[in-house]
C-alpha cells in the first residue's frame, strides 16, 4: 500500500464536533419548557436563536481543529497548521519549574504553531532543536505528548 498516512502516536482534535449541538440543545429544552409551562411560546425566536448559536459554535470547532490540533507521528510533529519533523528535534527539555526565579531558556523561546503563544488550557513542553535552538510544543495532555516524544527521540538516538 503505497502513500499510506502513518498513524498519529498522539492526537488532540482541539475542538470537538458535539459543541455545536449544545446551543440547539438549550434552544429545544426552553421551547419544551415554554410548550409545558407558558402562555407564550417563542416559536420563531428560539429556532433562529438555535441557528445563530450553531453557527457560531461553528465556526468556532472550525478554528479550534484548524489552530489548535495537535498530531505525533514518527515522522512529524503538527501543532496547529505548523509541521515540524520529528528528525530536527535534538532533545526533549524537562518540565518547567514553577517555583525557579528564573525561566529556563526554552519557557521564552517561539511558540510553534500560528498561534501568538501556548494556547489557553494547554502546557508548554521545551524542544531543542538541532542547531541549538529552542521552541515550544504544547498539548492538553502534556505528559503523554512529552513520553511519546521522549521515545521517538531517544529510540533515535541509539
Given at each position: 500500500m503505497?502513500?499510506?498516512?502513518?498513524a498519529p502516536l498522539f492526537h488532540e482534535p482541539g475542538a470537538r464536533w458535539r459543541t455545536v449541538a449544545f446551543g440547539p440543545l438549550f434552544c429545544l429544552a426552553a421551547l419544551l419548557?415554554?410548550?409545558?409551562?407558558?402562555?407564550v411560546v417563542h416559536w420563531f425566536?428560539?429556532?433562529?436563536?438555535?441557528?445563530?448559536?450553531?453557527?457560531?459554535?461553528?465556526?468556532?470547532v472550525v478554528a479550534g481543529r484548524r489552530?489548535?490540533?495537535?498530531?505525533?507521528?514518527?515522522?512529524?510533529?503538527r501543532q496547529g497548521t505548523e509541521e515540524l519533523p520529528v528528525a530536527d528535534i535534538e532533545a526533549v527539555l524537562a518540565p518547567?519549574?514553577?517555583?525557579?526565579?528564573?525561566p529556563a531558556r526554552w519557557e521564552n523561546a517561539r511558540t510553534l504553531g500560528e498561534l501568538a503563544g501556548v494556547p489557553r488550557k494547554r502546557?508548554?513542553?521545551?524542544?531543542?532543536?538541532?542547531?541549538?535552538?529552542?521552541?515550544?510544543a504544547w498539548?492538553?495532555?502534556?505528559?503523554?505528548?512529552?513520553?511519546?516524544?521522549?521515545?521517538l527521540v531517544s529510540g533515535r538516538s541509539r
Open positions: 503505497t502513500g499510506s498516512v502513518p419548557i415554554e410548550v409545558a409551562t407558558g402562555p425566536a428560539l429556532p433562529v436563536i438555535a441557528v445563530v448559536l450553531a453557527v457560531f459554535a461553528y465556526v468556532m489552530h489548535v490540533s495537535v498530531e505525533l507521528t514518527e515522522t512529524v510533529l518547567a519549574d514553577p517555583e525557579a526565579l528564573d502546557t508548554a513542553i521545551g524542544l531543542r532543536l538541532r542547531g541549538g535552538t529552542f521552541v515550544r498539548a492538553k495532555d502534556d505528559a503523554t505528548l512529552r513520553r511519546c516524544l521522549d521515545g
